[in-house]
């Protein structure tokens, strides 16, 4: 054998190594997103299921998680007469919150009041659920050193309920 044909063999192993390393980093990365992301779809469709039962919905606009005092998972879209609502399911499943969605600041709203109010502070995302008996938008944004600010404000009005700043 000559020595071109057996350093072209070592290269085609060498190579189909590096291939075979690489697939099994991405297969493995794809599992490990799917796997983390499975409680966040099993809340939803719970979610979901609960406000079709309860609360006649049968279209979803957006999906909540809302981690304060409690969890709750809210769900905003359109019943079956067409009407915006919000539903509230706490995590415990017990006394669903049904909502016109016309009562309140929509995402929209309340992140654009949010950053007439807060130039300085980079809008992250909100969600929507219940604290201290009150619904309640949580904004999360950054400043500029990367501290962590939460913003719980009223639902009704956007009025700020509680500021809480993390380093």
Known sequence: MDTNSAGQQRLNRWLLGIVTFLLIIIVGSVMIFIRSNRPMQQAKREAVQMAEKYA???????????????TYFTVTGEN???DAIIVI????????????????????QVSQTFEKKHPNLIFEKAN?????KQTTWEITAKDEQGAIYYYLLAFDDGKTIKVIKKM
Do not use: C, H
Not at 61 to 68: A, V
Not at 92 to 106: F, M, N, P, Y
Not at 128 to 132: F, V
């Open 128 to 132: 929507l659920g219940i604290y201290r």
């Open 89 to 108: 399911v706490p995590k415990s499943g017990e006394k669903i919150r049904v909502l016109d969605q016309k009562a309140g600041l929509t995402k929209e």
């Open 56 to 70: 006649d919905l049968k279209m979803v606009d957006q999906f909540y998680w809302f981690n304060r005092e409690e």
């Open 80 to 82: 079956s007469a067409g």
